[in-house]
């Protein structure tokens, strides 16, 4: 590979018909005609079905084209043995020129999957048998990031850059930025990887610079953008700047993020996210994502969604992809209620634990969302649905636990009230446990396609019972694991180790596109 070449405006016009097949003299006939009416052919291209034949011209001759080859044509047109002329225009030829191509195995594939990755669409493609020279041409929209990609393939493949487009700067957007900023180093010297963060939003303001964005000084940045936030507009201009080797990160909880993921990935970009709403509202929305990203050949990446940086998701998919039969999943999927039901020991209230698990961050600002399951309930569904099961949030069982003057109080405040009341009402759960031996966990269950999650009291030799903290653990029983089941634990929750987890996701996209 010496070099590689553009044309940054042409037309593609083809002849094409069951006429043209086995007909001597179709070709000579078609350039003979184009070069009586002093039109330039710059690629030419022909199947050898001999169905069709596509040339390249300049966009202004491409008028002048259509009329010289369908006054040639005309009896064969008239006869339904060719089809009318098509003209496509828009369109970019682009040409990778090197001397001894023909000599190197896997060139061709190289550049189509360069080109593939990035979502780039490959119109036409002419080789010369000296090979020499591989042209394809392309739409005129997709040149700047072909050009990118095709010249990091062939002539940067010891550093590969990713471009990064982050909506959620929060704890865990800004846990995630100084992660990328202190590994960078060892990305480049060890991994030949360079991430640049392109674009930048909270929910006030959004910042871009296609060159990367000083990871030293962002925060100012941002603070200072004229632009006002807007997902559509955040993901339009994602799509405007067209880099090679794009990845979308949405670091929020936010229904509206979500909503755009399929126009994301219907633009062949890929995503890594946090946010459960995407995965966990309707199947029907989670199928459509899913089958985006295969037919798109891009990555949707939620391994945070279960397990924050543990691996769930992709130890269930080994299990599977690797022939195993899951028989049952059961999880503490909540490090909020992990740690509430850890810490209920004798001698303690329940409403104060709950005053702690606020008071550290561990819940949502109103603790009901997660002593009602709603969150446990999204990580249920998750796990179901990446074994096949298509349900949705109405199909999981959930056994409340608060009484019903919690369930109806008014604000957080009455609510704290109410869980005060309510702790002889607790204690008394928790005693009757104690009494049997055993301990109480909000337990997530999966079995013979039923859904469920409730309180429940584990004996000592139950793998919940060992918990501590706000860990989380998930249990699969399978017909490989059926008498040792296999366990995943660890912290379930926390920016860093759910920051970690989507960095991990980033550097998967990154070796993917590679």
């Known amino acids: 590979m010496k070099g590689i070449s553009s044309i940054s405006h042409i037309a593609l016009i083809t002849l094409q018909g069951s006429g043209l097949v086995g007909v001597p003299g179709i070709a000579g006939r078609l350039f003979t005609s184009l070069a009586q009416a002093g039109v330039n052919v ?14 390249a011209v300049q966009p202004a001759s491409a008028s002048k084209a259509k009329r010289s080859v369908e006054r040639e044509f005309e009896f064969e047109m008239r006869q339904r043995l060719i089809e009318s002329v098509k003209v496509e225009e828009d369109l970019a030829a682009i040409a990778i020129i090197g001397e001894n191509m023909r000599y ?18 490959v119109v036409a493609i002419a080789q010369g048998s000296s090979e020499l020279n591989i042209s394809v041409v392309i739409n005129r929209a997709d040149e700047g990031k072909a050009l ?18 982050m909506i959620g700067v929060g704890l865990i957007g800004t846990t995630l930025i100084k992660q990328i900023k202190a590994q960078a180093p060892f ?27 000083d990871l030293d000084n962002w925060q100012e940045l941002l603070q200072a953008s004229d632009t006002a936030s807007d997902v559509a507009g955040f993901v339009q201009r994602m799509k405007q700047l067209n880099l090679s080797n794009t990845i979308f990160v949405d670091n929020t909880a936010n229904a509206k993020v979500a909503d755009y993921y399929e126009d994301i990935l219907n633009a062949s970009i890929s995503i890594s996210t946090p946010n459960k709403i995407g995965t966990s509202s309707s199947y029907l929305q989670y199928q459509r994502l899913k089958t985006i990203s295969e037919r798109k050949g891009v990555l949707f990446m939620y391994e945070t969604n279960v397990g924050a940086g543990l691996p769930v998701i992709s130890t269930l998919n080994d299990l599977i992809n690797s022939g195993d039969r899951i028989i049952r999943i059961e999880g503490i999927l909540s490090g909020s209620l992990s740690f509430i039901f850890n810490s209920f020991a004798e001698g303690r209230r329940f409403s104060d634990i709950v005053k702690e698990a606020m008071s550290l961050g561990y819940t949502e600002p109103d603790p009901r969302i997660d ?47 109410e869980i005060v009341l309510a702790d002889s009402f607790f204690e008394s759960k928790r005693a009757a446990a104690a009494k049997a031996g055993k301990v109480l966990r909000m337990v997530a269950k999966l079995e013979n396609a039923q859904a469920s999650i409730s309180l429940q009291a584990v004996d000592q030799s139950h793998p919940f019972a060992a918990l501590s903290g706000s860990d989380n653990m998930i249990v699969f029983t399978t017909e490989r694991y059926k008498d ?29 596109l590679s």
């Open 371 to 417: 002593l009602n399951g709603v969150d446990v309930r999204r990580k249920l569904l998750i796990l179901a649905r990446e074994t096949g099961l298509a349900l949705d949030a109405a199909d999981v069982v959930i056994e409340p636990i608060l009484p019903e003057a919690c369930q109806q109080a008014i604000s957080v405040d009455e609510l704290l009230e």
């Open 148 to 165: 990118n990609a095709i010249h990091e393939a062939f002539f940067l493949s010891d550093t590969q850059e990713l471009h990064l487009f």
């Open 104 to 121: 190197r195995p896997g060139i061709a594939g190289r550049l189509f999957q360069a080109l593939g990755k990035n979502g780039v669409n």
């Open 187 to 213: 990305l480049k010297e060890k991994r030949a990887m360079e991430i640049k963060i392109v674009g930048l939003a909270n929910s006030k303001k959004m910042y871009f610079e296609e060159n990367g964005i």
């Open 484 to 512: 040792r089941p296999l366990v995943v634990r660890g912290p379930g929750a926390g920016a860093e180790v759910t920051a970690a987890g989507v960095f991990a996701e980033i550097i998967k996209i990154g070796n993917f």
């Open 42 to 55: 710059i690629i030419i291209t022909q199947g050898s079905s001999e169905h069709s034949i596509s040339f």
